[in-house]
């Protein structure tokens, strides 16, 4: 394994393997307004209510509410814009991860000697590592379970192939 510079240059076609993983968000932002303005009013309608009786501080927490449950959601969608990249060439095996907060890091594997470990826990939980020379790294965490055995089933397919195509079948043709 090694660690590569945050932005390496792209890997050389042709890619046999190339994914995408981001987690998952089952709520679009057309539905978070729709919810943000649901508990909006019936925060309103809450803090009206008990204005109306005499208990005017409580209106001042109800607009709290409504703050609190915009801030969380808004952190959440800030956290999606984390995302990994798995990629196969004919001479590397290329991880790389992008935080939340942009910042990214790239790991390599020379992909006859990496190892893929799908590690099942009494949970039900799976984790997937790539190995070698000693050394791994966890990927496809954003995945659920069931994603992730397919995930690595994919990537074993894959690295089977390229492994076992011959040199020259891997070798750019020239014209």
């Known amino acids: 394994m090694t660690i590569l510079s945050p932005d390496p240059a792209p890997l050389a076609p042709p890619l046999h393997f190339n994914a995408l993983i981001t987690p ?61 990249t798995v990629q196969l060439s004919d001479n590397e095996l290329r991880v790389r991860r992008v935080d939340a907060k942009g910042k990214a890091r790239a790991f390599s594997f020379q992909p006859y000697w990496v190892r893929l470990a799908l590690r099942e826990e009494p949970d039900e939980s799976t984790h997937l590592h790539l190995t070698s ?37 891997r070798m750019p043709q020239e014209v």
């Open 24 to 84: 998952h968000r089952s709520l679009s932002m057309r539905g978070f307004a729709i919810l943000i303005g649901i508990v909006a009013a019936v925060n309103f309608a809450s803090g009206v209510l008990f204005m109306a009786k005499g208990a005017w501080p409580v209106f001042g927490f109800c607009g709290l509410e409504v703050v609190a449950v915009w801030w969380a959601f808004r952190a959440n969608y800030r956290a999606a814009r984390a995302h990994e």
């Open 133 to 169: 020379h000693g050394r791994g790294i966890e990927v496809a965490a954003a995945l659920s379970p069931p994603e992730r055995a397919d995930f690595a089933r994919a990537l074993e397919r894959a690295l089977a192939k390229l492994r076992s195509a011959p040199a020259a079948e």
